[in-house]
């Protein structure tokens, strides 16, 4: 037995037009909870924060990058998420989650739970989302994190039973709080095809710790505190907070410095943060890391890729090999970044149970550093002639003004002892998230920020055969083990199966990982919470800041 589906109403606020909120960074102090999830307190105040990250769109099923994640992180709720200071999932408008049978996931809400547009959230609006984030699998959205998903029951408004494909899934409750799992109003979104930002603000389809009361795309947003979030974060403890969107990192320093803004984060280039570290009147918050930066290869485009005209695939991977021999993460590191971001040999950063460094021995002289001698053999042997033009692009808007340097670098790296042309190019972020699953690029730069702290969030969107990426990159083995780790209870194995894919993914270069960073906050001296935001979970929580 379903619970009956609600009918497909208009909104009552569908037709109310958005009110931009102008916030001053000198708003009241904050006097309310620490966000302990008791329910209780109260909120006060309000905060300018700075970006200049780029929202994709707000709809769930058609994004999955930081940017984007951000907004929906404060605004839609969630089954599960991870409480502050916390890696590990509980539940948040559920209140049970659990395992019934080796492949049912059965989750309980919590009763009353309401939609800021005063429509129930009920099991129906679950199964509509996850049920609709399949069915419209969109190249630039976390439908891929799904994979293991078969279907969604719902014996009554309040009870959700995931069905699963494989038994024992490790992950199941982690991806109900990653970029997968944001619950929608099915009043308000469409079953079939992306719902449009306007649409979504002008329905008030929002439940989380705050609404949008004020949206101009990617110039700023305008939250304001939703007293009927009953989840596991609690109340927020400001009232209202204004996101400023900035295409320059250099403005949001001065605006930072002058006092304009409360909190700036993602992204100033390391030059900045290093002269910020010596300014009395803000404060320099550094979290733990797990952001990654790569270079993507699309096997169809790439030189020697399968539909080109001199498509061979040895000769493919040896460029790849070529390009990974010649890269200096070192140089990278300290060049561009001031030691901010530190050298990565391989797709799971350090720091998380299971990595390791295949790169570092399989390319460049074996030990870390870049060997031309090495990459010149590589494709002397495959029957390559040199220099090998390779068509690079990267985003001026995405991954922090250090961009250009980061790829200027690099373009450096692999022409020096002319093995390689490097033809780069730039794209504005919202070009670059359509054009990069379109084959319109062989090569090209790619961030990940992750979304929970476990090595499988580092594979499995990249490397099943189905993946985030569209890259064309298909390794059934691979596939079979990144599947097979994810249903792997015990914890050793797990581990033994999570290094071998890496050993397995290194030998065949889809993606060529080079530098992984932590998170930097600035904020103002009388800003308090920005410890909270940066926690080990990976989300930035706007909710948890306040004004002492």
């Not at 040896?318 to 070192?330: G, K, Y």
């Not at 692999?414 to 359509?434: P, S």
């Not at 064309?472 to 599947?483: F, G, K, P, S, T």
């Not at 065949?508 to 410890?531: H, I, N």
Request: net charge negative; with cysteine; proline share 5%.
């Amino acid at each position: 037995m379903t619970a009956v589906s609600k009918k497909r109403l208009l909104a009552a606020a569908a037709g109310i037009t958005a009110v931009t909120l102008t916030l001053t960074a000198c708003g009241g102090g904050s006097n309310g909870n620490e966000g302990d999830g008791d329910g209780g307190g109260s909120s006060s105040g309000s905060l300018v924060i700075g970006t200049t990250d780029k929202v994709t769109v707000l709809d769930p099923a058609g994004s999955y990058d930081n940017g984007s994640f951000a907004v929906m992180n404060q605004v839609f709720p969630f089954l599960l998420n991870t409480p502050y200071g916390s890696p590990d999932v509980e539940p948040d408008i559920a209140e049970s989650a659990e395992f019934t049978s080796p492949t049912e996931y059965t989750v309980k809400l919590k009763p009353g739970l309401k939609w800021a547009n005063g429509n129930d959230l009920t099991s129906s609006d679950v199964k509509f989302t996850f049920d609709r984030q399949v069915a419209i699998n969109d190249p630039n959205g976390p439908a891929s994190l799904l994979y293991n998903l078969d279907s969604v029951e719902t014996p009554d408004d309040t009870t959700v039973v995931f069905h699963l494909k494989s038994e024992n899934d490790q992950l199941f409750p982690q991806i109900l709080s990653s970029p997968a799992g944001p619950i929608v109003d099915e009043d308000v979104f469409a079953a079939d095809a992306l719902t449009s930002d306007q649409d979504i603000v002008d329905g008030k389809a929002f439940a989380g710790q705050y609404t949008i009361t004020g949206y101009k795309f990617n110039e700023l947003v305008s939250y304001e505190a939703y007293d009927g979030y009953q989840g596991l974060l609690g109340p927020a403890k400001t009232d209202k907070v204004a996101v400023k969107y900035f295409a320059e990192a250099s403005n949001m320093k001065l605006e930072i410095q002058q006092g304009k803004i409360d909190v700036a984060w993602r992204s100033l280039s390391a030059t900045d943060i290093e002269d910020l570290r010596g300014n009395d009147d803000v404060k320099v918050v550094d979290g733990p890391g797990g952001e990654i930066r790569y270079i993507t290869f699309n096997f169809d485009t790439q030189p020697f890729g399968a539909k080109t005209p001199e498509a061979d695939p040895a000769k493919a991977l040896a460029v790849r090999q070529a390009a990974a021999s010649l890269i200096d993460r070192d140089e990278l590191s300290e060049q561009v970044y001031k030691g901010t971001y530190t050298p990565l040999y391989s797709y799971v950063p350090a720091g998380l149970t299971g990595a390791v460094e295949p790169l570092k021995e399989m390319y460049g002289d074996g030990a870390g550093k870049p060997d031309a001698a090495k990459a010149a053999q590589l494709l002397a042997d495959a029957g390559v002639e040199t220099p090998v033009t390779l068509n690079l692009q990267y985003s001026n808007d995405h991954y922090g003004p250090s961009s250009a340097d980061e790829y200027a670098l690099i373009k450096d790296q692999l022409e020096k002892d002319g093995l390689f042309t490097v033809n780069l190019q730039t794209t504005e972020w919202v070009t670059y998230a359509e054009e990069r699953t379109s084959d319109v690029y062989p090569a090209y730069q790619l961030g990940w920020f992750p979304d929970y702290s476990d090595a499988d969030n580092y594979l499995t969107p990249f490397f099943l055969t189905e993946n985030f990426l569209v890259n064309h990159y298909a390794n059934q083995e691979v596939n079979d083990l990144i599947l097979q780790q994810a249903a792997t209870p015990d914890a050793g194995e797990r581990t033994a199966l999570i290094e071998e894919i890496q050993n397995k993914v290194a030998a065949d270069l889809s993606t060529l990982p080079y530098l992984q960073g932590a998170q930097v906050a600035v904020v103002g001296t009388d800003v308090e919470g920005a410890e909270d935001t940066l926690d080990p979970s990976f989300k930035f929580r706007y909710a948890a800041l306040s004004k002492g």
